[in-house]
């Protein structure tokens, strides 16, 4: 089973407008950490934001924001005020109690800001 | 620049060709991690070092794979015999004993066998 699903292969947001990219998750600890990485055509992985499972407030980066909602296993990220250089690869990961503290991705959503 | 560097950049391969690849993490970092990335695909990961040590090998992780990291500093992945399903970019990261634990990605090696 997937422990990451991105349902959204490809998202088209205009420009300055905010946009959602959907993140589910599949864990049976109760202790785990939410990540979401850009990736530019350049290829390197960028570290965005992080949410941890007991923290009870929404994580929030300058324009990124996570929508956590535990009980429905989901950690959205909202992106505010998109920017041409916003368009990119997204990943959301997560990293479970006792891996290592390696972390398991998505498959990614394909962001696309239009001028 | 004190970020992951990894080398080289580019690899074009015939198969049956050994190649390998370097990665010099943040250097305070003592946590090492190899992902592989195919098209279209999310970061998979191949192996984990703590300092020297490599704590962990994915399945992916055949045979043909070996990774080092000797005295704990640098690390090296080489690929022995190389097949055309060996193509992607690996991508190495780093992180150390933050709260979030967040790792650091060097911009990765892209390997094409022919």
């Given amino acids: 089973a997937q422990k990451i699903t991105q349902t959204q292969p490809g998202m088209f947001v205009q420009e300055k407008e905010a946009v959602t990219l959907d993140c589910t998750y599949d864990t049976s600890d109760q202790s785990y950490g939410l990540f979401w990485y850009k990736q530019p055509s350049s290829g390197e992985m960028i570290f965005l934001i992080y949410q941890g499972s007991y923290d009870e407030q929404n994580a929030t980066e300058g324009r990124y924001s996570l929508n956590f909602q535990k009980a429905r296993k989901s950690a959205n990220l909202v992106i505010s005020a998109s920017q041409l250089g916003d368009s990119a690869m997204y990943f959301c990961a997560m990293r479970e109690i006792g891996s290592n503290y390696k972390l398991t991705f998505g498959k990614g959503t394909l962001l696309t800001v239009n001028p | ?114």
């Fill in chain 2, 1 to 114: 620049d004190t970020g992951v560097s990894q080398d080289p950049r580019h690899k074009i391969t015939k198969r049956g060709q050994n190649v390998t690849f370097r990665c010099d993490p943040i250097s305070e970092h003592n946590r090492l991690y190899w992902y592989r990335q195919t098209l279209g695909q999310g970061p998979e990961f191949l192996t984990y070092f703590q300092n020297e040590a490599q704590l962990e090998k994915s399945r992916l992780l055949s045979d043909r794979f070996s990774a080092e990291r000797p005295k704990g500093s640098f690390s090296t992945l080489e690929i022995q015999r190389t097949e055309q399903g060996d193509s992607a970019m690996y991508l190495c990261a780093s992180s150390f004993g933050t709260n979030t634990g967040e790792l650091f990605f060097g911009e990765g090696s892209r390997l094409t066998v022919l």
